[in-house]
C-alpha cells in the first residue's frame, strides 16, 4: 500500500481550504505494525502520532535502530491524555505533546524537560464539548490558569498552543461550533500559538478554521485490525 500518495492526496485538500500558511499533517500510527511505520517513512512520511507511549517507543526505536538517519528526520507526536507517571518516558523521545490536561501534568513536564535538558513542545487540551469523558481544561479554567501556563513556558518546555477534539457523536453542527470557538479563543489570546485539532473525520472543517496541526489515522493507514 501506498501511504506516502494518500498522505500528499489529504495534504494537498488541506492545503486548498486552509488559510495557515503551513499546516502539518500527523500521520497517526497508533496500534500499526513495525513495517507499516517503516513503509510510511521510506513513502516519505516524517509526522507520526503515537497514543500509546511505550508502543511508541518500541515501534520508532526500532527505526531509528534500522535507518540511523530517521531519528534526526522524524518528528514524534504524543496524541493522548499527558499522564504524570509517564512524562520520563515521553520526554526525550517525542518532540510534542498534544494532551496536556491540567497544571500538575504540566509542571512535572516542566520539571523533567529542564531537568534532563531535553527539548519539548506541548498543546494545552480545552475541553469545549463539556464532555466528562474528555481530558483537558474548560474554557472558565484556562483564564484562571493561563499566567501559570505561561509561567511553565521556559526554553526546554515550549508552549506551542491548544489541541482541540470535536464531541464524540461526531455532529457537524457542533463539531463546527467547537472548532470556531476555538479558532477565536485562540486569536483572542494569541494568534502567536498554534491549534492541533481535526481527525479523518473532520479534519477538511478543522482546516478551514485555521488549525496549523492536523491528526489523521485511517485515511492514511486504513482501519486498524486491533
Not at 7 to 29: G, K, Q, W
Not at 54 to 62: A, H, L, S
Not at 171 to 180: A, L
Amino acid at each position: 500500500m501506498e501511504y506516502g500518495s494518500k498522505y500528499t492526496d489529504i495534504f494537498s485538500e488541506i492545503r486548498s481550504v486552509s488559510p495557515v500558511v503551513s499546516p502539518i499533517l500527523i500521520a497517526v500510527s497508533k496500534k500499526q505494525p513495525y513495517e507499516v511505520i517503516k513503509q510510511a517513512y521510506n513513502d516519505g512520511i516524517r509526522h507520526f502520532g503515537e497514543n500509546y507511549i511505550q508502543e511508541g517507543i518500541e515501534k520508532f526505536t526500532r527505526l531509528f535502530s534500522e535507518i540511523p538517519e530517521s531519528r534526526e528526520q522524524t518528528k514524534l507526536h504524543h496524541i493522548g491524555p499527558l499522564q504524570s507517571g509517564n512524562i520520563k518516558k515521553v520526554v526525550g523521545f517525542f518532540h510534542f505533546v498534544h494532551g496536556v490536561g491540567s497544571l500538575s501534568a504540566l509542571k512535572e513536564l516542566n520539571k523533567r524537560s529542564d531537568k534532563e535538558k531535553q527539548k519539548i513542545s506541548f498543546f494545552i487540551q480545552w475541553n469545549l464539548t463539556n464532555e466528562s469523558q474528555k481530558n483537558g481544561i474548560d474554557p472558565d479554567e484556562f483564564l484562571v490558569l493561563k499566567d501559570s501556563i505561561q509561567d511553565l513556558s521556559s526554553e526546554y518546555c515550549n508552549w506551542e498552543g491548544f489541541m482541540v477534539m470535536g464531541p464524540s457523536s461526531g455532529d457537524p453542527i457542533e463539531t463546527e461550533r467547537v472548532f470556531e470557538s476555538a479558532a477565536n479563543m485562540r486569536t483572542s489570546f494569541s494568534s502567536e500559538l498554534k491549534l492541533s485539532m481535526g481527525m479523518s473525520g473532520d479534519y477538511l472543517m478543522a482546516a478551514r478554521y485555521g488549525s496549523d496541526y492536523l491528526r489523521v489515522g485511517s485515511l492514511i493507514f486504513g482501519e486498524r485490525n486491533i
